[in-house]
């Protein structure tokens, strides 16, 4: 079956520390964004990236940095410059098409907590 | 300026009651599309349906409907026959443009529904 796998699913880290979570996907997907979720905040766009080697800024990227070396993968590190990384994190996909209705695919979640 | 509002933070449902959440939307460009997300607690988000803004009918996808308004600006989703697996965080987003660019999805806070039996 295709779609997005995360991991891992919990990840405790002490502050200082940086920490990387996986995003795979085998939609064949070109665009891939990783979104934070704070409660009752929504979900707010960290990075996305259109192809290999190109990713751009979302809202709030400061104290995230992320990587495209494959068109599958999209692996987002939360730095310790991040003053406040406790959220859930989600990453998503989607058809790169103009015309296309563009409805994002979204893997299951990884869920940080800074102790 | 928020850009999708949900007004709802929560609300609470009688099952087999006709549920309708509130999302309104703010944008100049002529050329957007808006999407309803589920969440249940498990933490994915599942798609539920899409308006574009030059559809001309009202989308609707089993028992979900959007009530598609657009000199209000609004795009509420509305859920026939509520069941109780439809208890969840609901997402009301939106996209700019006509899909040719790579931004993500702008989202709404979300409105938890909660269906009683």
């Known amino acids: 079956d295709g779609g997005i796998t995360q991991s891992p699913k919990y990840l405790f880290r002490k502050e200082g520390q940086n920490v990387t979570l996986s995003c795979e996907q085998n939609l064949n997907h070109d665009a891939m964004y990783w979104y934070r979720q704070d409660p009752g905040q929504g979900l707010r766009l960290i990075y996305y990236?259109?192809?290999?080697?190109?990713?751009q800024k979302g809202d709030i990227a400061e104290g995230y940095s992320v990587s495209r070396e494959k068109k599958e993968s999209f692996p987002l590190t939360v730095t310790s410059a991040q003053k406040n990384p406790t959220a859930f994190y989600l990453c998503a996909s989607r058809i790169f098409e103009t015309g296309y209705r563009g409805e994002l695919f979204f893997g299951e979640g990884s869920r940080l907590t800074v102790l | 300026a928020q850009k999708i509002t949900q007004t709802q933070p929560g609300m609470f449902v009688q099952e087999k009651e006709a549920v309708t959440l509130d999302c309104t939307y703010d944008?100049?460009?002529?050329?957007?599309?808006l999407f309803w997300y589920k969440q249940p607690s498990s933490g994915e988000m599942i798609f539920l349906i899409y308006?574009?803004?030059?559809?001309?009918q009202n989308a609707t996808e089993g028992r979900y409907s959007l009530n598609f308004q657009k000199a209000r600006k609004s795009a509420n989703l509305v859920i026939s026959a509520s069941q109780l697996g439809d208890s969840a965080m609901y997402f009301c987003a939106m996209r700019e443009g006509t899909g040719g660019g790579a931004d993500g999805l702008t989202f709404g806070k979300g409105t938890h529904l909660i269906i009683q039996p």
């Open positions: 308006q574009g803004s030059y559809d001309q």
């Open positions: 990236s259109q192809i290999v080697n190109d990713f």
């Open positions: 944008t100049s460009d002529p050329s957007y599309g």
